[in-house]
């Protein structure tokens, strides 16, 4: 099974990758690739609105360096659970973060999608929209979006 384990970071994209270990643990042939989303997206003339061009290449090397950070915090926590013996690939996107999960699951071939739902309101989704719900509309193949008790901490 190729699973394609989403990252942004935060305590419901740990619990996933928790989760994603027991379809790792299953079937010892499996391989994840954990990825995380870089929105880099700004707006054609930011000179106009008084942000220079520097401003928004600082902020896409923040966000590019936090992602990394992302990215290797999931794969620590699939490695102290699964051990070395699985195969893990990493890589950061650029992109809407739904298009590009969907996007890098067609190109991989992942057969199921794994990611954290932050749990939001209806005026919140409305607000600014649900990545875990435009992946499940969207993907390709199966999407296990992982949501954990108001309550829940995660366990790490």
Excluded at 83 to 96: A, C, H, K, Q, Y
Aim: a negative charge.
């Amino acid at each position: 099974m190729k699973i394609l384990l989403a990252t942004d970071g935060s305590k419901h994209s740990q619990e996933a990758a928790l989760r994603s270990c027991d379809f790792l643990m299953a079937d010892k042939d499996s391989r994840i690739k954990i990825v995380s989303v870089v929105d880099s997206s700004q707006p054609a003339y930011p000179t106009h609105f008084g942000v220079s061009n520097d401003f928004y290449l600082t902020l896409n090397s923040q966000l590019t360096k936090a992602a990394k950070e992302f990215v290797a915090d999931a794969e620590k926590i699939v490695r102290e659970k699964v051990g070395d013996n699985i195969e893990i690939e990493t890589d950061i996107l650029n992109g809407s973060p739904k298009a590009a999960v969907v996007e890098e699951a067609e190109n991989w071939g992942a057969d199921l999608i794994v990611v954290g739902s932050h749990g939001y309101g209806f005026f919140e989704r409305m607000l600014i929209g649900s990545v875990s719900d435009g992946i499940l509309h969207h993907a390709p193949c199966s999407v296990l979006v992982v949501k954990i008790d108001a309550g829940e901490e995660g366990t790490q």
